[in-house]
């Protein structure tokens, strides 16, 4: 500091405004040191080098889901909401993600996903692909909005066709057997309960 600017009971001193930690005087880990447990390893900077109130942000790991984060130091406090997982604003794997919270809904995720399981929460509002554990079809539903056992499955609530499960085909062959093949729409497209017309060929005059 400039001697002509300074005098006696001045705010001068960088460690008294908080400007600069000083070990053992306003360092993080002596003034708080129940929020320098969550002080991550990972961070640039030692919980001692660093004042309570600076503005900088840092990595934290949370006791509660064992996550880390970041946040700024002067923002924080024990016991607060910072922790991202925790309140549900990302993804933990092993503590929030969809494998871990409902794992029999996780079984039914489906391997052609962009995204892995262990990558969504259970209240995300976005459409997943899933496999039908009763007809194994695919389909799109959002995750938030699917339940064990629920009638989300199109194909198992008729909806759609799957070939093989509800198709006439599969249904009703002896019906089917007289399906012409001037139909545009090939016969394991179709269900028996769809009202659209469709041509025939008699077995009897055929």
């Known amino acids: 500091y400039m001697v002509k600017d300074r005098f006696v009971g001045d705010n001068a001193c960088p460690y008294c405004k908080g400007k600069r930690a000083l070990k053992g005087v306003n360092d993080l880990k002596t003034v708080d040191p129940d929020l320098a447990r969550e002080w991550s390893e990972k961070n640039a900077r030692d919980v001692e080098s660093v004042p309570r109130n600076a503005?900088?942000?840092a990595l934290w790991i949370c006791p509660t889901c064992h996550g880390e984060y970041s946040y700024p130091v002067a923002e924080r406090k024990v016991g607060d909401d910072a922790c991202p997982y925790c309140r549900g604003a990302r993804v933990l794997s092993g503590f929030n993600?969809?494998?871990t919270t409902d794992p029999e809904l996780a079984a039914e995720w489906s391997e052609?996903?962009?995204r892995d399981v262990e990558t969504v929460r259970r209240d995300m509002s976005s459409p997943a692909l899933w496999?039908?554990?009763t007809c194994h079809g695919e389909y799109s539903y959002p995750v938030?909005?699917?339940e064990v056992?629920?009638?989300a499955c199109p194909y198992c609530r008729g909806?759609?066709?799957l070939p093989g499960f509800n198709d006439l085909k599969t249904?009703?062959?002896e019906l089917a057997a007289e399906w012409s093949e001037n139909n545009e729409r090939d016969v394991e497209t179709v269900r028996h309960s769809m009202t659209l017309r469709a041509l025939w060929v008699c077995p009897t005059c055929h």
């Open 144 to 146: 938030a909005e699917r």
């Open 112 to 114: 052609n996903n962009e």
């Open 149 to 151: 056992g629920d009638d």
């Open 159 to 161: 909806k759609r066709v």
């Open 97 to 99: 993600d969809l494998k």
């Open 55 to 57: 503005k900088l942000h």
């Open 171 to 173: 249904t009703d062959p």
């Open 131 to 133: 496999i039908c554990p």
